[in-house]
């Protein structure tokens, strides 16, 4: 499975509160919280965001609340994969459990500037740089992780393998 | 090599001897918890499952409280959509408005969790049951549909850090300070995947409450867990509370930590945390001259009974500064009730204070005291994040009750020593 897309990077810290504000969370309906995703750290983002853009962070991103809307927000946005050094721990869990692809790439993340082209190959955690030329390693998923991607969540995932 | 306190109670709720950081275990669980923001998801993906019923209709609780009183119509569908599943399933702990109260002050109020529980919770702040010596973390929606299913929730062990206290707090220090000063110290990714676990003689000297707030905010470290060790204190609060059976674990003398701290209490001083960062704190003594739009005392950090006697001790018979806006909110219907009996709420209201019907409201920017562009608030809630209480252009510094009073008084951010 790879995916290509557009880069918008961020820093440190990015937090759930500016992934999707608490604001919008009177809903948890994927394409209504999608046109909030990034508002208060990226006005432009959801203007500019193509399916199968890549977003990098630098470290603990998605820090803060256990909102699972915002990697919902992300997917609805048409991001195809987040990267980054470091993860919280929630919005790990979140994003694996809904299908959103995320890889910690310390490398990847030096290397990459925002608006490079990158194809990400998440069977063998290979993150080509196309506008540099350059190749990063990620950990590939493990086997059981992967059918959750494929399967487009946790729960989609347990039905299916009922 | 020894376990940890949070490891024993994972190996013990896993069925095995002994578990090691970064092992992937399947634990049993205690009590799986949502609120209005999360519920409606997982109800979502509970359904997907196709079961007829919850695990256990005693160990799932469900407390509306981020947009309640239903704040408006999206915030009411979300709320009804919760309370027919919490009815459909015939859910014991379902608190509608009126029994119910911020879901952290409310859940160990009522019993529900004892020291030794393993406990999830679709909001990050359930770790705040650390407190009790139970192993509790926050979890997405999509693990508590998972866990209303089957009881169960995977986890990789965390391996922990070491908070030696000792010592005693100064007068106006409470557990808000040292906690704000332990993420100051070590990071918001400081504890990332990791438990804090907090020892030593100093942990007597730390009421339920000041325990309960720095447990809460083991989130902002980054931290899976915050736990503290079992004393008198916290049976006597459980004793009082709950007719659940409890365990006591104590990490094994030979328990590997990653770090180990050691913090005397005695040195603490009031701390704040500037925008936007919990770990961007100073001391009471670096603030400088900040100047202030509204003051919001309570939450699940500080909304409870010690916290409003402080607030209520500092602004007696006094009055709030000209075009502050200051709001109390008491964690739950009892600590409201207490306070009202307590002459507290008196106090509040002669002083020009506003007091709200328990909800998180404010603290995450929701309802109840949202900030314009540009504005400021000391606020004794958790997080201080770009927009958190409002507009994207305001700014949130965290702090204890103490500190949010005195500034109330003055219109800046002001040391509690210099009013009272």
Excluded at chain 2, 190 to 211: C, H, P, T
Excluded at chain 2, 246 to 254: R, S, V
């Amino acid at each position: 499975m790879k995916k290509k897309g557009r880069v918008f990077k961020y820093g440190n810290n990015v937090d759930t509160d500016v992934i999707i504000p608490a604001r919008y969370l009177n809903t948890s309906d994927p394409q209504e919280l999608a046109k909030h995703c990034m508002e208060d750290i990226d006005k432009d983002f959801v203007n500019k965001v193509k399916p199968g853009d890549v977003i990098v962070g630098e470290n603990n991103f998605g820090c803060g609340s256990s909102r699972e809307h915002a990697p919902i927000a992300i997917k609805a946005a048409g991001v195809s994969c987040v990267i980054a050094k470091t993860f919280a721990r929630i919005f790990y869990r979140n994003s694996i459990n809904t299908g959103l692809p995320i890889l910690e790439c310390e490398e990847a993340v030096n290397g990459i500037e925002n608006g490079d082209e990158i194809e990400v190959d998440f069977k063998t955690g290979e993150i080509f740089n196309i506008t540099k030329n350059k190749t990063y390693q990620a950990q590939a998923f493990p086997e059981f992780m992967e059918g959750i991607i494929a399967n487009e969540g946790l729960v989609n995932h347990i039905k299916k393998n009922l | 090599m020894g376990m940890t306190m949070t490891q024993k109670i994972l190996a013990a709720h896993a069925g095995l001897d002994k578990v090691v950081a970064g092992q992937l275990i399947e634990a049993k669980l205690d009590l799986v918890l949502g609120n209005d923001v999360t519920t409606p998801v997982a109800v979502k993906e509970f359904n997907k499952i196709g079961l007829n019923d919850v695990f256990d209709k005693n160990k799932v609780a469900i407390v509306p409280d981020h947009f309640t009183p239903n704040k408006d119509i999206k915030a009411a569908e979300q709320c009804k959509m919760i309370r027919e599943f919490a009815y459909e399933k015939e859910i014991e702990n379902y608190f509608e408005v009126g029994q119910m109260g911020i879901e952290h002050g409310l859940i160990p109020e009522k019993g529900l969790v004892v020291p030794g529980d393993v406990v999830i919770g679709a909001d990050s702040h359930t770790c705040t049951y650390g407190a009790l010596g139970a192993f509790s973390t926050g979890i997405g929606s999509t693990d508590m549909a998972a866990g209303m299913a089957t009881g169960k929730c995977w986890f990789k062990v965390p391996s922990a850090l070491k908070f030696v206290l000792k010592g005693k707090p100064s007068k106006w220090v409470s557990g808000k300070d040292i906690i704000l000063h332990i993420i100051g110290m070590i990071g918001v990714d400081g504890a990332l995947y990791k438990s804090m676990e907090f020892v030593g003689e100093g942990v007597k000297n730390l009421s339920m409450d000041d325990r309960f707030s720095m447990a809460n905010m083991a989130i902002e470290a980054g931290g899976k867990n915050g736990i503290f060790i079992v004393d008198d204190k916290t049976i006597e609060y459980v004793k009082e509370h709950s007719i659940k059976e409890y365990t006591i674990y104590t990490a094994d003398e030979n328990a590997v930590y990653d770090k180990v701290y050691e913090i005397d209490l005695s040195t603490i001083r009031p701390t704040v945390a500037f925008p936007h960062l919990p770990d961007n704190t100073r001391t009471i003594d670096e603030v400088g001259e900040v100047k202030i739009d509204q003051v919001v005392i309570g939450s699940c950090t500080n909304g409870r009974i010690e916290d409003l006697r402080v607030a209520a001790k500092i602004l007696k018979d006094k009055q709030v500064a000209k075009g502050i806006r200051v709001i109390v909110f008491p964690v739950t219907q009892k600590v409201y009730l207490q306070a009202l009996q307590e002459g507290l709420i008196e106090t509040f209201i002669k002083a020009g204070v506003v007091v709200s019907t328990p909800t998180c409201g404010p603290c995450l920017g929701g309802h109840m005291g949202i900030l314009a562009d540009g504005e400021r608030a000391v606020a004794t809630t958790n997080r201080n994040f770009v927009g958190r209480m409002g507009h994207p252009g305001s700014e949130v510094y965290l702090a204890s009750p103490a500190v949010a009073a005195a500034s109330a008084l003055t219109g800046k951010i002001t040391n509690p020593e210099d009013i009272a």
